[in-house]
């Protein structure tokens, strides 16, 4: 018992690692160019306070979404997708999977779920003891369910989900222009160095080694940044990708995909203004998305009509498919 809660201290402490050596380049590369470059190398002072301010706005919107990367803890399903102790000690003392699929079909009756598993089962998280909602997924290193998960990210320690995923992709974006300025402006004394016009010796070290290192980042994560405003404007998520969620009939890797702008709008918000900025304005609680449609990713479970009105929830008719996803989301 002991050996094994040490393990996990260790796994967890050793988990910290990647963001630890992120920090360290960080913090190394705001000491190479404010200090060795602007306060040791150039000697125009207008140029040296432009460089200076271009720069520490850059470097404060970087630390502060990969903070917010950090430190957003992943949102879990709310309670009436978990199962009741009675649900729950049913569930566990029945042998017959066809019997137990019927108690997961009863709990999900009332309930916004529309995708299924890949053998037209109820997703449900045997560990976490509930219903998944749609895009759910659980996250082994975190040991929970994650709505709306896309990965685990090592690099910040954390699930990205539906609570964090803008800030991920805001960090990945101001990643790639504080790569990219530092590269620009660090180039012309890069080359001053190299021919031997500027002799400083460690201001020479500080200064070449940040090119190289600003130019191996900035491709790395031009490459990563490309692959999720793809994902973005097919909303889809990482998951998603490589396995398309399957639904009433059959598996649609677009299913969840509204446009290019109502795709946006899933994860930065309608108010534009806030896009740019680290501040949580996607749209929706995480346990219900609209499709693209809802007439081929029907809820057989929810399918009859008086089920609907049963519930209390009036249906209207619908003339396409935009305006059915539209009253199943107020219905939700």
């Given at each position: 018992?002991?050996?094994?809660?040490?393990?996990?201290?260790?796994?967890?402490?050793?988990?910290?690692?990647?963001?630890?050596?992120?920090?360290?380049?960080?913090?190394?590369?705001?000491?190479?160019?404010?200090?060795?470059?602007?306060?040791?190398?150039?000697?125009?002072?207008?140029?040296?306070?432009?460089?200076?301010?271009?720069?520490?706005?850059?470097?404060?919107?970087?630390?502060?979404?990969?903070?917010?990367?950090?430190?957003?803890?992943?949102?879990?399903?709310?309670?009436k997708y978990h199962m009741?102790?009675?649900?729950?000690?049913?569930?566990?003392?029945?042998?017959?999977?066809?019997v137990q699929r019927q108690i997961l079909a009863e709990i999900a009756r009332k309930l916004p779920v529309y995708t299924r598993t890949g053998n037209g089962g109820i997703r449900f998280c045997d560990r976490c003891l509930l219903i998944k909602p749609d895009r759910c997924h659980h996250c082994s290193v975190c040991a929970i369910c994650v709505l709306k998960m896309d990965h685990h990210c090592p690099w910040v320690n954390n699930c990205i989900g539906f609570s964090n995923y803008k800030f991920f992709l805001l960090f990945l974006a101001y990643s790639l222009l504080y790569c990219l300025y530092i590269a620009a402006t660090v180039f012309k004394y890069f080359i001053k160095y190299w021919t031997g016009e500027l002799t400083n010796g460690r201001s020479k070290f500080h200064v070449l080694f940040l090119l190289f290192v600003a130019v191996m980042f900035f491709v790395s994560l031009m490459f990563l940044f490309g692959y999720h405003c793809w994902l973005v404007s097919r909303n889809r998520s990482t998951l998603e990708a490589f396995s398309a969620p399957v639904f009433q009939n059959g598996p649609d890797k677009n299913g969840f995909n509204l446009g290019f702008v109502k795709n946006l709008q899933q994860v930065f918000g309608e108010?534009?203004?806030?896009?740019?900025?680290?501040?949580?304005?996607?749209?929706?609680?995480?346990?219900?998305?609209?499709?693209?449609?809802?007439?081929e990713a029907q809820n057989p479970l929810l399918a009859n009509e008086e089920q609907w009105e049963d519930d209390g929830i009036d249906e209207e008719p619908h003339d396409s498919g935009e305006a059915s996803s539209l009253a199943i989301e107020q219905e939700t």
């Open positions: 018992m002991a050996l094994s809660r040490g393990l996990r201290c260790c796994q967890r402490a050793f988990a910290w690692l990647p963001v630890l050596i992120i920090a360290l380049v960080v913090l190394w590369s705001y000491y190479a160019y404010v200090c060795e470059l602007c306060l040791v190398t150039l000697s125009n002072p207008v140029e040296k306070v432009a460089y200076l301010i271009i720069f520490h706005i850059l470097f404060v919107l970087f630390v502060w979404t990969y903070w917010k990367s950090i430190f957003t803890l992943p949102v879990q399903p709310g309670k009741s102790y009675a649900d729950q000690e049913r569930y566990e003392n029945e042998e017959r999977p066809e108010e534009k203004k806030l896009w740019l900025l680290p501040i949580a304005s996607s749209q929706g609680d995480g346990h219900f998305f609209p499709m693209r449609a809802l007439c």
